[in-house]
């Protein structure tokens, strides 16, 4: 089973940076990068929605099932 967490697509189709999505949901560079490189273990819903907002998108475009 491999989730995987869409955020560098979703930020470079919103041409946004890692450091702006930061300042937005006021989570850290170092947990953002960690999300964004496949080494979360979990997720936070609060997290999840704050992501959601700022990218303006469903917690489906963020995150996929891989077989």
Do not use: H, W
Not at 22 to 45: C, H, P, W, Y
């Amino acid at each position: 089973m491999a989730i995987k967490i869409k955020l560098d697509i979703l930020l470079a189709e919103r041409k946004m940076s890692l450091t702006e999505l930061s300042e937005q949901v006021d989570i850290t560079m170092a947990n953002l990068s960690i999300l964004k490189n496949g080494k979360a273990k979990a997720i936070r819903f609060s997290t999840l929605e704050k992501l959601c907002v700022a990218l303006k998108c469903q917690p489906g475009d963020l995150i996929e099932y891989q077989q």
